[in-house]
Structures are given as structure tokens and as C-alpha cells.
């Protein structure tokens, strides 16, 4: 003879249940924007920092800090409009990979990623 146990079904309730289903109405991830924010704006004090300023440092932090801050404004905007926030994907990981391709390729004796 075999006892079987009923199964339990248990709902998330609350903000935390919310994010994690996706779930309408949920605010954006402002972890995930403050840390985008924070590296854009020290890529953007990196390329003012930079002596001498070479072409490929000068442009490989511009580009780094341009496409950290297209992250930082698609995830604000995410939970908004996710079709206008979609918009920005394409250039924010193109930016960042160009930018950083270019900090790897110079040939200045300084600072490095």
C-alpha cells in the first residue's frame, strides 16, 4: 500500500515575488543602474585623467563611459517601455566592447582596465 503526501503550492507575494516573475508594475533595478552609473562616470574621469592623451585611450574611455551610461538609461527605462529600452542594446554593448577593445590596444604606459 502506497500513502501519498498532498503537495503544497505556495505563491510569492510581495516586491520580492514581483521581481523575480517579471511581473508588471515592478520598478526598475537601481542596484544594476547605480553600478552602471558608477562605471560611466569613472570611465568619463578616466579620459580627462589620462597624460598624454592618446587617441586610443582618450576614445576607448569615451566610448566605455557612453555605453555604460546606455545601460544605466535601458534599465531605468525597462519596466517602463521595454520596446523604447530595447532600443538601446545594441549600441550600449557596442560602445562597450569598442571602447574597451581600444583601452587593451594602446600602447600608453598608464593606468589600464
Keep these: 500500500m502506497t500513502v501519498t503526501q498532498p503537495t503544497e503550492t505556495t505563491e510569492t507575494t510581495g516586491a520580492a515575488g514581483g521581481q523575480e516573475t517579471g511581473e508588471a508594475g515592478t520598478g526598475p533595478n537601481w542596484m544594476l543602474i547605480l553600478i552602471c552609473a558608477i ?20 576614445w576607448g574611455y569615451l566610448l566605455l563611459g557612453a555605453g555604460m551610461a546606455l545601460f544605466a538609461v535601458q534599465n531605468f527605462m525597462w519596466p517602463r517601455s521595454s520596446a523604447l529600452a530595447g532600443r538601446f542594446q545594441v549600441p550600449a554593448v557596442a560602445l562597450t566592447l569598442i571602447g574597451v577593445v581600444l583601452l587593451v590596444l594602446s600602447n600608453s604606459a598608464g593606468r589600464r582596465i
Design 39 to 58: 562605471t560611466a562616470v569613472t570611465a568619463f574621469w578616466e579620459a580627462l585623467a589620462v597624460r598624454p592623451i592618446t587617441g586610443s585611450d582618450l
